[in-house]
Structure formats: structure tokens, C-alpha cells
């Protein structure tokens, strides 16, 4: 049994017994690309100063995020 943990996402490998060595393992997927922090505080912003939404909450609804987090996002902006 194999334990990574370089990850938050633990990843455990079984190996039988008889198992070859020159099994190879799976390929990692992609790097996920890093969202900017500000970029996303700005069209948080855009879609409040747009009118569309009366408040906070209600973007938070329609993003499907908490209240919490788009005030998080917000207080970077300024």
C-alpha cells in the first residue's frame, strides 16, 4: 500500500502480490489553472454595479456561492 501525501487529496495504490514492476501508473491530469483573485473581485463588483442584483445575497443565490464568500471576494476589490 502507497500513501501520497504531497496533495490535500490523499492517494492510495494497491499492489497484489504478483504484481509486475513495470506496471505503469496513470497519467496526472492537468494543472488546474489559478482563478486571480482581484479578476474575480471585479466581476463580482460589475454584476452588483450592473443593477441586476439588489444586494449581496441575492448574487450570492445566483452564483451559488455563501453570503460570506462574496463579501470575501469583495473586500479585495477596494
Given amino acids: 500500500m502507497q500513501v501520497k501525501r504531497l ?5 492510495i495504490a494497491m ?4 504484481a509486475h514492476s513495470d506496471a505503469k501508473p496513470e ?5 488546474r489553472e489559478r482563478r486571480d483573485p482581484l479578476k474575480l473581485a471585479r466581476y463580482y463588483q460589475s454584476l452588483l454595479d450592473s443593477g441586476k442584483f439588489e444586494n449581496r445575497a441575492a448574487l450570492a443565490r445566483y452564483l451559488g456561492v455563501s453570503r460570506a ?10
Fill in 69 to 78: 464568500r462574496v463579501t470575501q471576494v469583495l473586500r479585495r476589490f477596494g
Fill in 7 to 11: 496533495r490535500r487529496s490523499p492517494v
Fill in 15 to 18: 499492489f497484489p502480490w504478483n
Fill in 27 to 31: 497519467p496526472k491530469p492537468a494543472p
